[in-house]
């Protein structure tokens, strides 16, 4: 990441007057993923993916009283594929308030429970990312998200989705999500991290999701567990499991990842199975390759790619 003054936000980002942003420091992040893959299905195909690359910029801002605004502007861009309008795409935007309260956003952003999610999918943003199989992978718009301090490493988080009364899509009430969570997701503070989440009609789904992550010392193992249901109460409820692990040798990562959903519509039961390898050529770039086995479509995917944050 670097740390550029407003005023170069204001020429390559957003517009604003130099004069009025140049005394307010700011992050600009980004990632570029991309990989080229051999998929093995229907029919044989090659293609180069471009795997929810991204670039942003956020800050925060000392106020009075012992309060700080926070901000986030993050966007999607496709390496790849897209040109034009639809090359860029709108990911967390919000503005909020911190302080010995917690933080409130308010905004576009994932929901509380996509945000307890952690760091537990290793195949996130790839085809065996866990939202392929299950609902609940939201990032919503018109919504406000409370996130508590934590205490004794518990926190808490709750998300509004607003209902618009004009808007014939949306469903006949407001959404809830929450969540509760232990420990760090990024198991860096903490060795363990652990959640329990629920949506009340969020994209017309409620859902409770149980997530587990665990470090024992060059292993990581992870698990999520999933029941979901039309919120009309429409159809059966359907479960899902996912479970993984990890092991980092050196520069490498192993990683196995397996996920099964019982789509009672369906009455079947689908299945994903993914196997990949990371190798580290810095701090901030990585090559990777991965094979995946999905059920759906019967297809297998190969992949060779890079990754570069910044």
Known sequence: MKTLSKSILAVSVLGFSAGTLAADPLTVYGKA??????????????????????????????????????????????FADESKEKNVTARNQFVGLKGGFGQVRLGRMDTALKLAQGKVDLFNDYNADIKNLFEGENRESDSVTYISPSFSGFSFGATYIAHDENDTAEGDSAGVSAAVMYGDAKLKKSKVYAALAIDNDVDNHDIIRAVYNQKFGSFKLGAVVQREESSDGTGEADTGVMVNGAYSAGKLTYKLQYQTFDDKAADERVKTVSVGVDYKLGSATKVFTWVTAEDEGDKNTLALGIEHKF
Do not use: P
């Open 33 to 78: 993923n991309l990989s080229f893959q051999y998929v093995d299905a229907a029919e044989t195909a090659t293609d180069l993916k471009s795997n929810s690359s991204r670039f942003g910029v956020k800050g925060e801002v000392e106020l009075d009283n012992g309060l700080t605004a926070i901000y986030q502007a993050e966007f999607g861009v496709d």
